[in-house]
């Protein structure tokens, strides 16, 4: 069936460096994609989306780029902090007219001092 | 706006017991949905709504039931708890207008719920 999964489980960063968590998704038709962060003991949080007529988006250190001809998704973190420690997953969202997101299972950022 | 709330954040109960997963949104979204999340695990859909009165089954409803009565609120029935229901539940809602897109979910911050 249709999938988006993590290339990597466990991501450590040195605090300062740039981050780079990546995601693959199987659906060529899903209308866009979502980050989320999720810190421990807490919901997904919205980070930044970006629409599957765009290549690339950028947020506050955050960039996210679409490569629509390898269906492959990846989160740019610029100078990763302390606080950006957390587990981040892809979302794919389905072409208008349907419900059901498609979570990856996530991809846990460590910030090292 | 508090955005989307959940009650109650913890919770322990016995196998066999009932409890009602309390979930409430403010952004007037018309879509909302509960998930559950096991150590490790991505999200796994258990019911949804897109709108008052209208709910559907997702990928792993046995056990479950859920309501929406109104816009605002979307509660998760567990009628005879057993010990695999132990997982963090998380109530989400978004906008979707038929066939445009469908708006980002956003969620609540969870119940942890372990049943002995």
């Known amino acids: 069936g249709e999938s988006v999964g993590l290339h990597l489980p466990t991501l450590s960063v040195q605090e300062g460096d740039n981050s780079i968590i990546n995601c693959a998704y199987s659906n060529s038709a899903s209308d866009y994609f979502i980050w989320y962060k999720q810190e421990s003991g807490k919901g997904p949080q919205f980070i930044i989306d970006?629409?599957?007529?765009?290549d690339k988006r950028q947020g506050q250190r955050v960039t996210v780029l679409l490569n629509k001809t390898v269906k492959h998704l990846s989160l740019q973190i610029a100078a990763t902090q302390p606080g950006d420690s957390a587990v981040y997953f892809c979302?794919?969202?389905?072409?208008?007219?349907?419900?059901?997101?498609?979570f990856g299972t996530g991809t846990r950022l460590k910030v090292l001092a | 706006n508090a955005g989307v709330t959940q009650t109650p954040k913890f919770r322990i109960l016995k196998i066999g017991q009932s409890m009602t997963l309390q979930c409430a949104q403010d952004m007037n979204h018309n879509y909302m949905y509960w998930y559950r999340q096991d150590p490790g695990m991505g999200l796994k859909l258990i019911y949804y709504?897109?709108?008052?009165?209208?709910?559907d089954k997702g990928e792993v409803p046995n056990g479950y039931n859920v309501s929406r009565s109104t816009t605002e609120d979307f509660p998760l029935r567990l009628e005879l708890a057993a010990p695999s229901q132990t997982s963090v539940y998380f109530c989400?809602?978004?906008?979707?207008?038929?066939?445009?897109?469908?708006?980002?979910?956003?969620f609540g911050p969870g119940t942890r719920l372990t049943v002995l």
């Open positions: 709504s897109v709108g008052a009165g209208i709910t």
């Open positions: 970006i629409r599957s007529n765009m």
């Open positions: 989400a809602s978004s906008w979707a207008s038929g066939l445009k897109h469908t708006d980002t979910q956003y």
């Open positions: 979302a794919e969202v389905p072409p208008p007219g349907t419900y059901k997101y498609i």
